[in-house]
């Protein structure tokens, strides 16, 4: 009867799903998902759209790092970084990887062009920053890539103009055989606004985590602040910007590590009672003692 009311999907519909499944995949695991959802579409073409369409977006939202061809560095995956489809560039060795997304390969690479590099004025103060990220990430994230961009205002080339560079940061810790995953992803907007000779600092961070051993536990939690600092030279900039970079993660991550702690007497403790009325475990080993049968024949007087 359920089978006759059944209509089909169309392929566009099937595309819509497919999408949807690959976009939620948690961090590091849309490889399994996409191997799942071909299997369950049984249609090459359905998928291959479907692949298409949701890798790159993934793979952009969740800042991946590919390594570049002949051991020449790593390229983060980023909408910052996007010079044409496929092709992202890395400032700091000033080459522009050509990426497959779906299979999650750098395919080949080549040098940038001078008109998609920053000028040298603001090359100083993008390096500057970028040699001041890399030593901070790599103290405080495992495996942790950073990369520094010019956003905006990248032919400036003297002081009296505005200017933007954005920080990436990405650490991800994937353990499938341990049947967890997580990732961290923090950008940070840097806009320096030469009138009032100050820096304007925008953060957005963001913790992934995903346990499914018997079970599906998922960790989604974001946080944004603001900063602010003055002008100074590239390398002081530099300085400055971390500092306030490395205060406001450290103070983001104290707080998750605190909430976690209270979750026990908060949340969980909101969700279910840790013992009944009684204060007391509930004793397994010796379950007679709260025989049902025992209750209702002493109730009902049987077997007197």
């Known amino acids: 009867m359920f089978e006759d009311i059944q209509t089909e999907l169309t392929d566009d519909q099937k595309i819509e799903l497919a999408k949807w499944f690959l976009l939620n995949a948690p961090a590091g695991e849309i490889q399994y998902v996409a191997k799942d959802v071909r299997a369950i579409l049984k249609d090459e073409n359905v998928y291959k759209k479907a692949a298409e369409e949701s890798f790159p977006s993934y793979n952009k939202s969740h800042l991946i ?13 980023t909408p910052f970084c996007e010079v044409d489809k496929d092709e992202y560039i890395d400032p700091r060795t000033a080459q522009v990887a050509i990426v497959d997304h779906v299979k999650q390969v750098c395919k080949d690479v080549r040098p940038a062009r001078d008109e998609e590099l920053p000028s040298a004025f603001v090359e100083d103060y993008r390096s500057a920053m970028d040699a001041e990220i890399m030593k901070y990430v790599s103290e405080a994230y495992p495996k942790g890539v950073c990369s520094v961009y010019c956003t905006k205002g990248k032919d400036v080339e003297e002081p009296g103009f505005d200017f933007e560079l954005v920080v990436v940061i990405s650490a991800a810790r994937h353990s499938p055989q341990n049947f967890c995953n997580g990732s961290w992803r923090s950008i940070w907007n ?25 079970g599906n536990v998922q960790l989604d939690a ?80 049987i077997g007197k």
Request: glycine share 4%.
């Open 65 to 77: 790092c590919l390594e570049l061809p002949y051991r020449s560095g790593d390229v983060l995956i």
């Open 222 to 301: 974001k946080h944004e602040c603001k900063d602010t600092t003055l002008i100074q030279s590239p390398d002081d900039s530099a300085i400055s910007l971390v500092n306030i970079i490395r205060h406001h993660e450290t103070e983001y991550l104290a707080s998750l590590q605190t909430s976690y702690l209270k979750l026990p007497d908060t949340t969980f403790k909101d969700l279910r009672r840790k013992l009944p009325v009684t204060r007391t475990l509930f004793p397994w080993q010796n379950t007679v003692q709260f025989s049902l049968t025992r209750d209702i024949e002493k109730e009902l007087g």
């Open 190 to 214: 840097i806009e320096f606004k030469d009138e009032i000779q100050s820096v304007e600092v925008r953060g957005k961070m963001q913790v992934g985590a995903h346990y499914f051993e018997e």
